[in-house]
C-alpha cells in the first residue's frame, strides 16, 4: 500500500521517514542557498555516519534553515561542513531528556551521555567581589563610571598612575581593559600629544577594545557594537578619538592616524607601520603607553618575533622623540603561570614589571571535568571528540 503523501504547501517539508534518536539531519546549502541538501546520519560508537542524502522540493524546502537538526527535526548548531572529518568535532551534545536547572543536573546529565570513564572532578567554589574606591585622579576625569572597581583594578592603576610596568594576570571579564583606558584618558587630558598604542593578535579584540572606549566615552554601558572603525568623545573640552588600524581599515583611518590618541592594532600591522615609521609622527613621537593583550600567545618562534617588534618599537619612539620618557607597558593575560618573566622578555628593556595576579572579580560556581575515552582494544583508546572538552 502506498505511502500518503504529504501536501508541503500545507505544512511545511518534513524529513521523510522517522528514524532513531541518535540519528542527525543536516541541511547544506547548495547552487546559491536555493537548494538544500538534506543528509540523514547516524551516530556509531561516539562519531557520525552518513546514511543517506535528500533533496526536498517544493515550498517548504526553502524555509529550512542551514544546519543540524536531531531525529526530532530540533535545532542544534549553524550548518558546519560535515565534508571535512575534523568538522566532526564540531557537532553539540544531543538535547537534554528534561530541563537543566541547576549545575547537579548538568553535571549528571554530562556524564550519562559522554562515553567513558570520568576521571577526575574539581569543583571551584563561587566568590564574592571585592571591590575597592577609585583614585582622586579617576573621579576627577568626569566620566561615567556606574560601578565600583574591584581591588585588583585599584592595584594595577596605582601601579601605573606610579609609572611602572604592568602585568595584569586575572580571569576573562575582570575588567583589565579598564587599567589602561583610564590612565590613557588621564594622559591625554594633561597632554593632548601622549598616545597610546593597544597590540592585539587578532582583529576581533580590536573591535572588542572599540566597543569598550565607545561604552566609556558616551557613558552608555548597554552599548553593543562598533560599526565604524574610529570613535570620538569629548572630556572636559578635550577630544579623545581611538581608532582600529589593519589591513580591513587601514585606508579609511588613514587621515586619522595622527589625529588619533589611541591606535589599535595587530602585530603583523606594527610590523608594517615600524618599517614607514615617518608616516606616523604623532604616534612615535608621543608614544605614552603599550599595551600587549593576549601575551600568553607570545611563544616560541612567534613570541621572538614579538619581542624583537617591541625592541624595535622601542628605539624608534627613542630616535622620534628622545626628550619623551620611555613608554610604559600594560601586559595583559587571563591564562598564564608567570607573567612577570614573560613580560620582562618581551619588554626588553631591564625594567621591573609589577605583576596584578589576584583576581578579585566574582564568579559562580565551577565543576571542571575529565573524560578518559572508552578502549577500542586493547592498549589503545578511541580519539577524544571537541566536545568532551567543552563539558
Request: with cysteine.
Amino acid at each position: 500500500m502506498a505511502k500518503k503523501k504529504v501536501d508541503p504547501r500545507r505544512t511545511g517539508w518534513q524529513p521523510p521517514t522517522p528514524f532513531p534518536a541518535s540519528g542527525i539531519w543536516q541541511v547544506r546549502p547548495r547552487r546559491g542557498n536555493v537548494i538544500r541538501t538534506i543528509r540523514k546520519c547516524r551516530s556509531v560508537g561516539g562519531n557520525l555516519e552518513v546514511e543517506a542524502w535528500k533533496e526536498p522540493h517544493g515550498p517548504g524546502a526553502a524555509d529550512i534553515k542551514p544546519g543540524l537538526y536531531t531525529s526530532d527535526w530540533s535545532f542544534l548548531q549553524e550548518n558546519p561542513d560535515l565534508s571535512c572529518p575534523a568538522a566532526w568535532r564540531q557537532l553539540l551534545l544531543p538535547p537534554p531528556p528534561k530541563p537543566i536547572d541547576d549545575l547537579d543536573d548538568l553535571v549528571s546529565y554530562l556524564t550519562d551521555v559522554v562515553p567513558g570513564e570520568v576521571q577526575s572532578r574539581v569543583v571551584q567554589p563561587g566568590r564574592p567581589a571585592e571591590h575597592g574606591r577609585w583614585p582622586d585622579w579617576v573621579t576627577k576625569l568626569g566620566l561615567t563610571l556606574r560601578h565600583p572597581p574591584y581591588q585588583h583594578q585599584v592595584e594595577a592603576l596605582k601601579y601605573l598612575h606610579d609609572g611602572h610596568h604592568v602585568a595584569i594576570s586575572t580571569g576573562t571579564a575582570s575588567g583589565k581593559s579598564v587599567c589602561y583606558m583610564l590612565p590613557t584618558v588621564e594622559a591625554t587630558l594633561e597632554d593632548p600629544k601622549a598616545r597610546t598604542l593597544y597590540v592585539a593578535p587578532a582583529k576581533a579584540l580590536c573591535d572588542d577594545q572599540l566597543t569598550a572606549w565607545r561604552r566609556l566615552l558616551s557613558g552608555d554601558d548597554q552599548f553593543r557594537g562598533v560599526d565604524v572603525p574610529a570613535v570620538t568623545g569629548r572630556m572636559r573640552g578635550s577630544e579623545l578619538t581611538v581608532i582600529r588600524y589593519d589591513a580591513d581599515v587601514k585606508e579609511s583611518v588613514w587621515d586619522q592616524r595622527n589625529a588619533a590618541q589611541v591606535i589599535l592594532t595587530n602585530p603583523a600591522m606594527l610590523h608594517w607601520m615600524l618599517a614607514r615609521w615617518r608616516d606616523w609622527p604623532e604616534l612615535f613621537q608621543g608614544l605614552r603607553f603599550v599595551v600587549l593583550d593576549e601575551i600568553h600567545q607570545a611563544n616560541g618562534i612567534q613570541g621572538a618575533n614579538f619581542a624583537w617588534l617591541m625592541r624595535r618599537l622601542r628605539r624608534i619612539a627613542h630616535h622620534a622623540n628622545p626628550d619623551r620618557p620611555p613608554p610604559q607597558f600594560v601586559c595583559c593575560s587571563a591564562t598564564i603561570a608567570n607573567p612577570d618573566k614573560l613580560a620582562r622578555q618581551i619588554i626588553g628593556d631591564g625594567r621591573e614589571v609589577k605583576v596584578v595576579n589576584t583576581d578579585t572579580s566574582e564568579h559562580a560556581q565551577r565543576v571542571h571535568l575529565s573524560w578518559v575515552p572508552p578502549a577500542i582494544q586493547e592498549g589503545s583508546r578511541r580519539g577524544v571528540p571537541a566536545w568532551y572538552g567543552r563539558a
